[in-house]
């Protein structure tokens, strides 16, 4: 079973930056395509981002395109979310999570979620 845990939740105001990482073990990483969401309180958990196994392929959902930069490091089993011009709108768990196929804005296309790492934009 593939296993991932999410880090670097934290405060920040808006404006500020914040970067997360999400490490994996089991398996095989590098041939996962690995994704990025996120939910808020009273929400439903909604897609973010997501990083095709070459690392070259990346899709944002509209919210957080040209502020969000995801990425990831093979040789580390490690995936990436650089946040940048954070708002207060972007509080929420964040998680990580293997796609598994389908579309990739599904929730119901991913597997083997994280616990999640908390974050919160102050304004």
């Known amino acids: 079973q593939v296993q991932l845990v999410e880090y670097g939740g934290g405060l920040v105001q808006a404006g500020g930056s914040l970067r997360l990482s999400c490490a994996a073990s089991?398996?095989?990483?590098?041939?996962?395509?690995m994704g990025w969401f996120r939910q808020a309180p009273g929400k439903e958990r909604e897609f973010v981002a997501v990083?095709?196994?070459?690392?070259?392929?990346?899709y944002y959902a509209d919210s957080v395109k040209g502020r969000f930069t995801i990425s990831r490091d093979n040789a580390k089993n490690s995936m990436y979310l650089q946040m940048g011009s954070l708002k207060p709108d972007d509080t929420a768990v964040y998680y990580c999570?293997?796609?598994?196929?389908?579309?990739?804005?599904?929730?119901?296309?991913?597997?083997?979620w994280g616990p999640g790492t908390q974050v919160t934009v102050s304004s």
């Open positions: 089991g398996g095989t990483f590098s041939s996962y395509t």
């Open positions: 999570a293997v796609h598994l196929g389908g579309s990739y804005y599904s929730k119901s296309n991913y597997r083997y």
């Open positions: 990083i095709y196994i070459s690392g070259g392929m990346t």
